[in-house]
């Protein structure tokens, strides 16, 4: 099976996900969290997986070219850097308008923080814990 | 986390309270906090299916971190089925929930006046009336409070068998994890508490992120260099029906032979082949070794998770069943019904057995999958020969002359899979077990894995530990086994992760609690804890009427040697290693702890005579 293109940074190397060799550990959500709030919480990863049956879906932010939540954004929140979208958690009123412009569901609201993937600045907790590489980094 | 939640459900009232220090410095959690609340809690005089027993749950310190394989939850209770210490392990995803909501273990007294769940949503906890879900399956159960409260919570449920008080009804944790052993269902059902939904939202943070993180690669990395994990990651545990056949232990027809002619039918490469549909993990595992699987069409359609080895074994080759097919159906209902598939599968193969011998009218064929898949069935719900079977094999066997050598039971509680008699530290360990006939206690996988004469030197100071046919050299790998076994369960670290692979040692786990905790665990510490954990069990059991006398195998495996294969004429050396194994435990040379060794522990001796 193909793995399907989750992530594509402009400058960077993208993201994979392989739904056929998930197996629902979490792993990424727990190193999202630590890696970002300094402790365990599926519910403040920016990534999720999700099992239906025994197949694995996973949300996550998808780092489209024309970004969608960026353009959806009233407020100029939102910002892309080298593929990388920036939250001004001081401009951001957390209305929702990005995640209903997000294709991938990709973006969630937790704690009052808007929680959108940044892919670490380039070196992914979620793809440095998964052992079986359904997350993996691939040169463009 | 940190808390305690106690729960009246006669009065309809909870309270929380801060984890005493004590039982986290001696006990650790999980296994280590069940036993020790049994061993306060509970007297001698506790009917186990009385509002007066105690159903306790723990998570341990290391559950919803990174640390490998660590989402496991202990059940205690005082077992309906054996009298004793009731004890149920389990993995999926519902201990680390339960720590998100705040929550360190449940004690659970009482019994409510009618049927109810338990509802926890992080600091809110509340008693739901449960008419809608009495009567139902664990899968729709589960459907139905998700239905409810949403795709998010985590569930733990009883089936039909525990609401029927079967004693060897089980608690599943999403419809596929179970905690399956000692009739932990039952005794949740005679509470008339059908199930527990949790959501939590809340942090666990760790002591040291850097060093723990650290520390999780490292283990991660151990883990997949370790011979044992390519085995079990591809094909989970049914790698050990293969290893069964080859050392001629395939339990078939209730043990009396250990080679199973149908064996290729039921091999886990052809179950890769057939049915299988995914590899599957619990939480924070990268061992992975559920199995995911479907039977597309025919009669036995279905759609589920597994079955594990033992379960292959029990409904398969020991009921004589060689459709995998049936076996993956019987599976499927056992997990919805809620019953233990060890001990469901080996009281058909003792009725069939007696059966076969003439002990009884009726006639009985091995390798009947119809009357198999119908017996699940009629024990969940008593029905018909349901009320028999539903009572194990100790007890059947107290009706049925002349059957005692062939009831497959230590202390009441059915015998796992594997036969002893191809593995000496495995029968120790089973005669010995604080929960009766149990494999997981010590779990002495070093002597299958064909390890070296000098590994076995290097590691337990004898290469004799290393043969699976020899009693010799086996009572101090048992003991290390055990002592760190109950450490693995009181952490809730999987013992798969830590000793089916032997990649995961007491100083990683040592290190994991140091930087998760923040305060230093030593490795010697650590095993003290397990020894402790072994020794609170044991007197808890003493306390309840169990007799060194108890520490038995049935005569099958002491006396009748296996027909062929490689095990052909084994038969099993218990007094041999018995009195070693007291005295190695320092206990008395019947088998009782001695004050000296209670009091280096720190247990107060009371209860016992």
């Not at chain 1, 951001?92 to 973006?107: E, M, W, Y």
């Not at chain 2, 929550?103 to 049927?115: E, K, N, S």
């Not at chain 2, 798969?496 to 609690?513: E, G, I, K, N, S």
Request: some cysteine; proline content about 4%; charged content about 25%.
């Amino acid at each position: 099976m193909e793995a399907d293109v989750l992530t594509a940074g402009k400058d960077k190397d993208i993201r994979v996900f392989s739904p056929e060799k998930c197996t629902g550990c979490r792993n990424c959500e727990l190193a999202c969290s630590i890696a970002h709030f300094g402790a365990f919480n599926p519910r403040r990863a920016r990534i999720q997986v999700l099992r239906e049956g025994c197949r694995e879906e996973i949300r996550v932010c998808n780092h489209c070219e024309d970004h969608p939540c960026i353009v959806a954004c009233k407020r100029g929140a939102l910002t892309c850097d080298d593929g990388e979208i920036f939250v001004d958690e001081a401009a951001c009123n957390l209305c929702g308008d990005c995640i209903a412009a997000c294709p991938s569901g990709g973006i969630r609201i937790f704690d009052e923080t808007l929680l959108i993937c940044d892919l670490c600045h380039g070196d992914p907790m979620c793809v440095k814990f998964c052992t079986t590489g359904a997350l993996a980094l691939k040169a463009r | 986390m940190d808390k305690l939640l106690w729960v009246d459900l006669g009065r309809g009232s909870t309270r929380k309270t801060r984890i005493p220090e004590e039982w986290k410095s001696l006990y650790l959690g999980g296994r280590g906090f069940t036993s020790k609340v049994l061993y306060d809690l509970v007297d001698a005089g506790t009917d186990p299916l009385s509002p007066e027993n105690v159903l306790t749950i723990a998570a341990g310190p290391l559950d919803g971190t990174l640390s490998p394989s660590s989402g496991r939850f202990t059940v205690g209770c005082r077992s309906p089925l054996t009298g004793l210490l009731g004890d149920a392990n389990s993995g999926g995803h519902f201990a680390p929930e339960l720590r998100y909501a705040g929550y360190d273990g449940i004690i659970i007294r009482g019994r409510a006046r009618g049927p109810v769940y338990l509802f926890i949503d992080d600091d809110h906890v509340e008693m739901r009336e449960a008419s809608h879900l009495w009567g139902h399956g664990v899968f729709d159960t589960i459907s139905l409070l998700e239905h409810e409260h949403g795709k998010d919570i985590k569930v733990i449920a009883i089936g039909q068998a525990g609401e029927h008080l079967v004693p060897y009804g089980n608690i599943m944790a999403a419809g596929h994890s179970a905690a399956g052993r000692t009739g932990v269902g039952a005794v949740m059902g005679s509470k008339n508490l059908k199930a527990i939904a949790v959501r939590g939202t809340g942090d666990i943070p760790v002591a040291y992120d850097e060093k723990f993180l650290a520390k999780v690669r490292e283990c991660h990395r151990k883990l997949m260099a370790d011979p044992t994990y390519q085995d079990f990651s591809e094909y989970g545990t049914l790698i050990l029906v293969d290893i069964a056949q080859a050392s001629g232990g395939l339990s078939t027809k209730n043990g009396q032979l250990g080679l199973f002619d149908d064996y290729e039918k039921i091999s886990s490469h052809v179950y890769q082949g057939t049915y299988k549909l995914a590899s599957k993990a619990c939480f924070s595992c990268i061992l992975h070794c559920k199995n995911y699987a479907r039977v597309a069409e025919g009669p036995y359609e279905c759609e589920n998770m597994g079955p594990e080895y033992e379960t292959m074994v029990t409904l398969g080759s020991r009921v004589g069943v060689g459709s995998l097919a049936a076996i993956l159906k019987a599976n499927q209902l056992a997990n919805d019904y809620g019953l233990d598939t060890i001990s469901a599968g080996t009281s058909i193969a003792f009725l069939m057995e007696c059966s076969q011998r003439g002990l009884i009218d009726e006639k009985y064929e091995w390798g009947d999958a119809e009357f198999v898949l119908d017996c699940l069935h009629k024990i969940a719900h008593r029905d018909g020969i349901g009320e028999f079977l539903a009572r194990g094999v100790r007890a059947m066997s107290a009706e049925i002359p002349g059957s005692e050598g062939f009831a497959l039971h230590v202390k009441g509680l059915e015998l796992p899979a594997f036969d002893v008699r191809t593995g000496k530290g495995f029968a120790l360990g089973e005669a010995v077990a604080s929960r009766g006939g149990d494999h997981l206690r010590a779990l002495p996988n070093f002597e299958l894995l064909s390890k070296t004469r000098e590994e076995g030197i290097r590691w337990f100071g004898t290469p004799d530990c290393v043969n699976p046919y020899t009693e010799s050299g086996k009572v101090g790998m048992v003991i290390w086994h055990e002592n760190y076994g109950a450490v693995c369960d009181s952490a809730e670290i999987c013992k798969y992760c830590t000793f089916a692979t032997y990649a995961v040692m007491p100083q990683d786990v040592a290190d994991l609690l140091a930087f998760a905790v923040g305060r230093p665990y030593s490795q010697a510490d650590l095993l003290a804890t397990g020894e402790r954990i072994v020794n609170i069990e044991r007197m808890f059991n003493l306390r309840c009427g169990m007799t060194p006398r108890d520490d038995s195998l049935p005569r099958r495996f002491l006396q009748e040697g296996l027909p062929e294969g490689p095990a052909r004429g084994v038969t099993v050396d218990l007094a041999r290693m018995l009195p070693e194994y007291y005295a190695g435990r320092g206990w008395t040379k019947d088998g009782v702890p001695t004050r000296g060794k209670l009091e280096a522990l720190g247990i107060e001796a009371k209860g016992v005579a």
